[in-house]
C-alpha cells in the first residue's frame, strides 16, 4: 500500500524538525543547527532546506512568526511536534527490531 504524504520523514525533514524543537529559527539557523549537530555529515543546501520549510508551513508542521526583510522565522506548531515524536518512535522501533534480530553491528 502507498504511504500517504509526510507518513515517513527524510532525514533532513526530521532535522529540520529537530532544528525548531529548540526555539525558533529562520532557514540559516536552520542549516547551521543541522551541520552542527550531525557534525557536518548531512548536507542540506538552500533549495531542499527551503523546499522543506514551503510544505512543512502547507502542512501546518510549522508557522512564519516574523519577517525581517529576506528573513523569514518560524515557530514549531503542535502538528509539528507531533510529527516529530512519531518519526522518533519509528526510528527507535527501527533499532530495536535490528537489535533484537542481533543486526545491530557492523
Known amino acids: 500500500m502507498p504511504r ?5 520523514l527524510t532525514e533532513s525533514m526530521f532535522y529540520v524538525l529537530m532544528a525548531f524543537r529548540q526555539h525558533d529559527m529562520c532557514g540559516t539557523d536552520v542549516a547551521d543547527y ?3 549537530h550531525t557534525g557536518g555529515r548531512l548536507k542540506i543546501g538552500p533549495a531542499t532546506l527551503y523546499t ?8 501546518k508542521y510549522i508557522r512564519e512568526i516574523e519577517v525581517d526583510g529576506r528573513r523569514r522565522t518560524y515557530c514549531i506548531t503542535q502538528k509539528g511536534a ?3 515524536r512519531e518519526e522518533l518512535a519509528r526510528l527507535r522501533q527501527c533499532v530495536a527490531d535490528a537489535e533484537a534480530a542481533g543486526l545491530s553491528e557492523g
Not at 500517504?4 to 515517513?8: D, N
Not at 522543506?52 to 502542512?59: N, Q, T
Open 4 to 8: 500517504r504524504a509526510m507518513e515517513v
Open 34 to 36: 543541522i551541520d552542527r
Open 52 to 59: 522543506i520549510l514551503a510544505k512543512f508551513e502547507r502542512e
Open 82 to 84: 507531533a510529527a516529530y
